[in-house]
């Protein structure tokens, strides 16, 4: 972007990004990985745009993770080079897609997380067909009742799977707990997300260790639980939303309180107009679910924290005003924090980055709808 123009001039509703509280974020998070002496690998759902993906490996991350084929796809279109895929796939167009990103872009590290004995055989065949190699990442089951093989001799025999078929490279496993990351409390969401988990690193000391087994990654974690691990066997954390963090996230406590979270800053907000105001204490804005998610919950009124948000449609936002409160301005814009930042990115074409009431950046989200 050349001309930075004021924020004003934006039509509602927008996305913006506060810059300088996302590059804290982006610092911070990296800061703290390094001082647990691990990798970031961040989880690039939550922002779905190689620009700032890319921003994240030049703040030291290894890599990213994107949750969906489609998004793997864009990020490297867009130049990231080194994907983990952390959703296993199914079907022939599917597996096809996997094999030509591998093969169209030999120079770029692309690993799938599998969990089923037909992900490895599929991706093998067309992997040897095409002449290449796919490194894989298993799944284990850690407490989410969601994808993974269960920690025991399942896990063995996939693994062994992998080792003796051509096409396929045992690269470690995925052990993510994403039901944990927005337990309140801090010392009850860490310990909590270690218990999770302890069985899966109890197995890999016991019995893969011994047979050979070892995965040389161990990848999971996550916002809320990335310092939950202290001496466990995790290599890489795949973070996310930290980037942006949300009114969700803002409110599941830190370290030092357990109510608020101040490690991260919130820096994601959407642009409404106020289009309607019917009653003293009811007015109307122009941003609904087309633009707000509320798979979370509610978002926060920014510009006046007493006055609540409800959905009142696709379109129509419309806020509970307490009694006295002074009349809204139709034609005026407010400032919501989103309860969901990766949902509330998939609403919007763009996001705009704004430095002292100025868009100074935007960016066209490339991975939105990319669900696929």
């Known amino acids: 972007m050349n001309t930075p123009f004021p924020i004003t001039h934006l039509d509602t509703p927008a996305l913006i990004a506060d810059l300088d509280e996302m590059t804290r974020n982006i610092k911070e998070m990296q800061y703290q990985i390094d001082l647990l002496g691990l990798t970031l690998r961040p989880h690039t759902k939550a922002h779905k745009i190689p620009a700032l993906a890319q921003m994240q490996i030049d703040a030291g991350a290894v890599g990213i993770c994107t949750s ?3 998004e793997a796809e864009v990020m490297v279109k867009g130049g990231i080079r080194d994907v983990l895929i952390t959703t296993p796939i199914a079907g022939a167009a599917k597996y096809r897609r996997l094999i030509d990103l591998c093969k169209e872009h030999p120079k770029t590290v692309i690993r799938q997380v599998i969990d089923h004995p037909e992900h490895v055989k599929t991706i093998a065949r067309l992997a040897t067909e095409a002449g290449i190699e796919v490194g894989v990442l298993v799944e284990v089951e850690s407490g989410q009742m969601r994808c993974g093989v269960l920690p025991d001799e399942s896990l063995v025999q996939l693994i062994e799977l992998i080792n003796r078929t051509e096409g396929v490279r045992y690269d470690g496993i995925q052990a993510y707990s994403g039901h944990l990351q ?3 409390g801090y010392q009850v969401r860490l310990q909590a997300a270690f218990d999770a988990v302890r069985d899966v690193f109890a197995f890999i000391d016991t ?3 011994p047979r050979g087994l070892k995965p040389g990654i161990v990848s ?3 916002t809320g639980t990335f310092a939950a691990y202290l001496g466990l066997g995790y290599t890489e954390i795949q973070s996310g939303s930290y980037i942006f963090m949300d009114a969700t996230y803002a409110a599941i406590g830190d370290e030092l309180c357990d109510v608020t979270n101040r490690q991260f800053s919130p820096a994601l907000n959407v642009l409404t107009t106020v289009i309607s105001h ?4 009811r007015a109307v804005v122009d941003a609904g679910m087309k633009s707000l998610s509320i798979d979370l919950g509610m978002p926060k009124v920014l510009t006046y924290p007493e ?9 129509h936002g419309i806020l509970h005003l307490p009694e006295g409160h002074q009349q809204l301005k139709v034609g005026e814009v407010l400032t919501m924090l989103p309860s ?8 919007f074409d763009v996001l705009y980055g704004v430095r ?3 868009v100074v950046e935007q960016w066209a989200i490339e991975g939105r709808g990319r669900s696929d």
């Open 220 to 222: 999971g974690g996550g």
């Open 182 to 184: 927005l337990v309140k």
């Open 68 to 70: 969906k084929l489609g």
């Open 340 to 347: 969901h930042c990766d949902t509330t990115l998939h609403n």
């Open 307 to 315: 006055v609540t948000y409800q959905c009142g449609g696709d379109e």
């Open 207 to 209: 019995t893969l260790a």
């Open 278 to 281: 019917p009653a003293a204490n």
């Open 356 to 358: 002292d009431g100025m």
